[in-house]
């Protein structure tokens, strides 16, 4: 079972306000990755890591900004919350070597900007 | 065009049935598949990853993957209640370190008691 956690679960916040959404993962993984996904649509990659200190930016633009200074966490942070940025968010990782390419995702959050 | 399709349904069946779910995908870069379960309003919770053509079962589970044809399926035996969610076919590629994965949209299954 995979233990990847994302907190809040539910955000709703108003116009304007920075947040932070917070991934913890304690299965060691050096790769994470911040996925968007709204109802009914694929889900798209909007950064990845693949390590410490190592942030890249995934296929789909975005205004959010990642770090990583410990290899379990993977925060996100939006600076100014606007209703365009009302999504779900999902964090997963993977540990990437030997072949093993399984992603495991959190619960996700679900984020509303009014 | 997108990479990978999937039929959005909804799929209705009774339980007990066998349930067969389709993907197909237009990448012949793609190395690996998975196939994730996600529960309404839940995180995406991977059920089968294989990385060849052929079958792969786990429980009442069957992967199948057509490489030739591009063509991946996921079979669910002895369909529960508990089975109904949206099912995500989910091929990857791992290219200069980059390990990219392409999700479908998915199919929404539904198992009436």
């Known amino acids: 079972e995979a233990d990847i956690y994302q907190t809040p679960r539910y955000l709703v916040i108003g116009t304007g306000k920075k947040i932070t959404l917070e991934c913890s993962q304690t299965?060691?993984?050096?790769?994470m990755y911040w996925y968007q996904q709204d109802p009914g649509m694929e889900l798209h990659l909007i950064h990845y890591?693949?390590?410490?200190?190592?942030?890249e930016k995934g296929d789909l633009s975005s205004e959010s900004t990642v770090s990583r200074i410990r290899t379990e966490h993977f925060p996100l942070t939006l600076e100014s919350a606007r209703p365009s940025h009302t999504s779900q968010y999902l964090c997963?990782?993977?540990?990437?070597?030997?072949?093993?390419?399984?992603?495991?995702f959190g619960p996700g959050t679900r984020l509303t900007v009014t | 065009q997108k990479e990978v399709e999937q039929d959005p349904g909804p799929l209705s069946v009774p339980e007990g049935a066998i349930v067969s779910l389709n993907c197909t995908y237009s990448?012949?870069?793609?190395?690996?598949f998975m196939w994730y379960r996600q529960y309404s309003r839940k995180g995406p919770e991977l059920l089968m990853y294989?990385?060849?053509?052929g079958n792969k079962e786990d429980g009442r589970f069957t992967a199948q993957v057509d490489k030739s044809s591009k063509y991946i399926s996921l079979f669910i035996r002895d369909s529960q209640p508990s089975d109904s969610a949206t099912y995500l076919c989910?091929?990857?590629?791992?290219?200069?370190?980059?390990?990219?994965?392409?999700f479908g949209t998915g199919t929404k299954l539904q198992v009436i008691p």
């Open positions: 990448n012949s870069a793609f190395q690996y």
């Open positions: 294989t990385y060849s053509s």
């Open positions: 989910a091929p990857g590629v791992n290219s200069g370190g980059y390990q990219k994965v392409t």
């Open positions: 299965m060691g993984h050096d790769k």
């Open positions: 890591s693949y390590g410490v200190n190592s942030t």
């Open positions: 997963a990782s993977s540990d990437g070597s030997g072949g093993k390419n399984e992603q495991y």
